[in-house]
């Protein structure tokens, strides 16, 4: 078993979280915060998002912290355990809200579409939008 940054490399669905988080320092600054969760975009979330968006976070290393925080919590929880929750702190600092509905679980607008995919340093979720701070997002619509 390997960490979830190793995971994730290696799966084809996630090459675009993958370049980002590794653009932004996710393998220095995540291992060292075990365990956690991670909820981790698919390829295909960010066609639902502007590039220009995804571009200008990209561009500032702050923005980009941030984002990738704010897709990951302390502890290992499985999408059984998320959907008792009602809400969940992510690294980043602002809650995350959870909700059950009949396609599964959802983490803000986001629907877990892969759950529980074990590591040694946590579990990481597959879901199909990109998670966006609220300050964040509000930044960066400001300069596009």
Sequence with gaps: MKSIVET??????LSI?????????????????GPYTAFIPGDEAYTKIPAEKVEAIAKD???????IMYHVVQGKL???????MEAIRTLQGDHLDIASSSEGV??????????????????YHIIDRVLIPRAVNARVTRSV
Excluded: H
């Design 17 to 33: 979280s993958v370049r980002i988080a590794d653009a932004g320092g996710a393998a220095e600054f995540l291992p060292e915060r």
């Design 61 to 67: 290393q702050e923005k980009l912290k941030d984002m």
């Design 78 to 84: 499985t999408a059984r355990e998320l959907a008792r």
């Design 8 to 13: 994730a490399r290696e799966d084809s669905r």
């Design 106 to 123: 959802l983490v803000n607008e986001a629907t877990i579409i892969q759950p529980d995919i074990e590591c040694t340093d946590g579990i």
